[in-house]
């Protein structure tokens, strides 16, 4: 019995475990591994372990890094069911289909150059018909119902509170009268995030998974955001410019029109044009409108008297891409959401390339950006990028909203492990290498007992030789 850790292990992308008990193998994610060429490079190298020989997977949630690379194991043989709630079945559907789609776009774009100098043709990663396969495997579970995944594993999904449909996974492994329960943290969600429900607290553990993605910044509060996106959209006003919001198609997208909605007066946003471009982020939006129960109070609240959270008077819808194209026109009063959230692909970097280098344009970064990512570049106060071969000049004004995060921040991490009795051992994964030191230093020096690791790609633990608690 033990689990071998194979991807977000000293980085955030390409989250992936390997679990074996009683001689079956059970994955625990398997996501796409995002930043820079040579890292998204070895998205391409064979699986550590036979495809066909997966009994099940078990995914926490949709979001690319934890389950773009779902088609490709269908593609090498894996025919297993994929436990997950049936939210991120709903959400897969159309991310799995978008990025196989732009997989297949770029082999064909680099086709293009191959053939002019007679090399030869690579093929993508996967297909949308890989992608469709894969998503029928899916077997979608409600949150708190109890089931045996294969002979000796037990599994329970709980609400996570990150995106739709994202889940803390609990797991009773029994293996020869050794017993042991494993609880899988996948991403946890900021506390107070407007639309979900706040992480289910679980408390009791032999050994804990935990997200590290920010276990080194905390947060701001609520009230501070909401404050800091306020004067952002008024000194905008005043330097009569745009408002570029490289947005994540799920959840971010979805909590920002919530907000523009709740906001809309005391923000002064009928002087605006919000310009919602992103296909993914349109078809991701129509699913949260269709899960009405996932929301939180105060949304559901909201949903029952409007009937919808996410319609304004003045939101414009791009689905084509001429009706992309029209808005690089626009100089001024637009607020562009766009995707990716990263900024490595998509249609925001066609805005960056007409709205960057304008001194009177404001950027808006919202979400956790990976290293070697355009959008990293940008936080991290690049005066020049490339796109496309040219060199574009950064004159715009660069704000990092971290407060509108939808992970926990150091100390909402630190709470919900405080929330199990006995400090049970913790494998800090997801997390880049001073994220993780940082949050490891303070689990140990105020969570007495705690053994906390960190491990590198491709270590096993040993689940056997837990102290039993």
């Known amino acids: 019995m033990d689990i071998q850790f194979l991807g977000a292990a000293g980085e955030v992308t390409g989250s992936c475990h390997l679990l074996r008990v009683n001689g079956r193998r059970i994955l625990l994610e398997c996501g796409l591994i995002q930043g820079t060429r040579q890292a998204e490079a070895r998205n391409a190298q064979p699986f550590p372990f036979k495809a066909g020989e997966i009994d099940a997977v078990i995914l926490s949630h949709a979001h690319i890094d934890h389950s773009g690379r779902l088609p490709l194991l269908y593609k090498s043989g894996f025919r297993g069911p994929v436990y997950t709630h049936g939210a991120t079945r709903d959400l897969c559907s159309i991310m799995l289909r978008d990025s196989a789609y732009l997989m297949e776009k770029d082999a064909e774009w680099d086709n293009r150059k191959r053939q002019r100098k007679g090399l030869e043709m690579v093929q993508p990663l996967y297909t949308r018909r890989d992608a469709e396969r894969a998503v029928e495997l899916f077997a979608p579970l409600d949150y708190d119902r109890e089931i045996e995944v294969v002979p000796g594993v037990r599994l329970r999904l709980r609400d996570a509170g990150h995106i739709l449909g994202s889940a803390i996974v609990e797991l009773w492994l029994e293996e020869k009268g050794v017993r042991r329960k494993v609880v899988f943290s996948g991403d946890l969600g900021h506390r107070g ?49 745009n408002i570029l919001i490289p947005a994540f198609a799920v959840g971010r997208t979805q909590e920002l029109l919530y907000l523009f909605g709740l906001n809309y007066e005391q923000w002064g946003l009928e002087r605006w044009d919000v310009f919602l471009d992103s296909p993914l982020a349109i078809e991701a939006t129509e699913i949260h409108a269709r899960h009405t129960e996932l929301y939180d109070r105060e949304a559901a609240r909201e949903n029952h008297i409007n ?50 280098w304008r001194r009177n344009c404001h950027v808006v970064m919202i979400g956790f950006q990976a290293a070697g990512t355009l959008g990293r570049q940008l936080v991290d106060g690049a005066t020049h990028i490339r796109l496309w071969g040219e060199t574009i000049r950064v004159g715009a004004e660069v704000h990092t909203v971290g407060g509108l995060s939808a992970h926990a921040d150091q100390e909402g991490l630190l709470d919900w492990y405080r929330g199990f009795r006995g400090h049970p051992p913790v494998v800090l994964v997801h997390g880049e290498p001073e994220a993780r030191e940082q949050l490891e230093a303070r689990l140990e020096t105020e969570c007495a007992g705690a053994q906390v690791f960190r491990p590198e790609p491709g270590e096993r633990l040993d689940l056997t030789h837990l102290p039993v608690r």
Not at 215 to 223: I, K, L, P, V, Y
Not at 314 to 342: D, E, K, V, Y
């Open 193 to 241: 995030a407007p639309i979900l429900r706040d992480p289910v607290q679980v408390n009791d553990a032999d050994l804990v998974l935990m997200e590290s993605t920010y276990g080194n910044r905390r947060h701001r509060s609520w009230e501070a955001t909401w404050q800091e996106l306020g004067e952002i959209l008024e000194k905008t006003r005043r330097d009569e410019g």
């Open 307 to 356: 009937g919808s959270l996410f319609a304004l008077p003045n939101l414009h819808i791009s689905r084509t891409a001429a009706q992309s194209m029209r808005l690089n026109r626009i100089s001024a009063g637009a607020i562009i959401i766009a995707g990716s959230g990263m900024c490595n692909g998509g249609r925001i970097k066609h805005h960056l390339k007409h709205n960057l």
